[in-house]
Structures are given as structure tokens and as C-alpha cells.
């Protein structure tokens, strides 16, 4: 961790499955973008976390460019 760095157009759809490897309950926070609470994966916040052997789809288009 962390994981690859990924680089997105604004304006692009984002679509990536969290398959949670690891140990215990997870989520991908998209720290700095301007995303819905649903897709921002704060566990215990915005979103349930992941528990392990379980999957999440994030699906959202990036609105800036650049992060905060």
C-alpha cells in the first residue's frame, strides 16, 4: 500500500472494483476528489467498510482537475 497511481481525465467515469484482501474491513478513500458520500469511502462515515473476501464498486466521474 498504497495502491497504483491513477491518472483520470475531468470529466471521465471511474469504475474500479475494491476486492479486500486484506485482514480486516477496508475501504478506498479518494482523498482530495469532489465525489457523492456514497463513492468516498470513509468507512464508518460515508460507506459501510468492505469486510474481508468482499467487494465494492466504485463508479463516479471525476468532476475537477486536480485534487484538494
Known sequence: MPGPELRIAQGARVQRKFLNEMPQASAIHWHGIRIDNAMD?????TQA???PGESFDYDFVAPDAGTY
Open 41 to 45: 469511502g470513509v468507512a464508518g462515515l
Open 49 to 51: 467498510a468492505v469486510e
